[in-house]
């Protein structure tokens, strides 16, 4: 009989990124039954690390659009280098937070799903960026990141389990690991 570990078992990426995705869309119209389809073997959590790549154009593009001048070389490799360490910072700070409140078993669903709508926050990045500043271009901002910091907690409170204030700690440990790093790298590139 074929253990868990048996390749043969394991959905090809493909359809490990469509169903993440799916479950992304979902979990970002307030459905819970998108965790459903977040993986849960280590290897589905692990291919769930695949929406970095996703969204790694969106992040250079939108590095490069924020930026006063084109970046040297030095600071694309210290972008890159925070890009990489938020998304395993935050994996592994939230694993340990997920230990200490007693949700470890969960956790794999969580960061699974969180992978996934990070690739839905980007996508919403991009799309407001052509509005132009000012009143609309403002506001449109403000709602869009009140919206990822309510999916990020939706994501965090359904599918850990946790009341809604502990799930806020979830979202306040990203925007912190987002905050140095970002912090971190404009003191490396001397902004």
Do not use: K
């Amino acid at each position: 009989m074929p253990g868990l570990n048996d390749p043969a078992q394991i959905p090809p990426l493909r359809l490990q990124i469509s169903a993440g995705l799916h479950g992304a869309f979902l979990l970002a119209r307030g459905r819970a039954e998108g965790l459903l389809l977040a993986a849960l073997s280590p290897e589905g959590v692990a291919r769930s690390f695949w929406a970095a790549a996703l969204c790694l154009p969106a992040f250079l593009g939108l590095r490069l659009l924020s930026s006063d001048s084109s970046p040297d070389l030095a600071s694309l490799v210290a972008d890159l280098s925070a890009y990489a360490a938020s998304w395993a910072g935050y994996a592994l700070a939230s694993r340990w937070t997920a230990e200490r409140l007693g949700v470890l078993q969960r956790w794999p669903r969580f960061i699974a799903a969180w992978n996934w709508c990070n690739v839905v926050q980007y996508l919403l990045l991009v799309l407001i960026l052509p509005v132009p500043t000012g009143l609309v271009g403002s506001w449109l901002g403000i709602v869009t990141a009140g919206y990822t910091l309510w999916l990020e907690w939706f994501v965090a409170r359904e599918a850990l389990g946790l009341p809604g204030g502990r799930a806020v700690g979830f979202v306040a440990l990203d925007v912190a690991i987002s905050l140095f790093l970002t912090g971190f790298v404009e003191l490396l590139s001397g902004h």
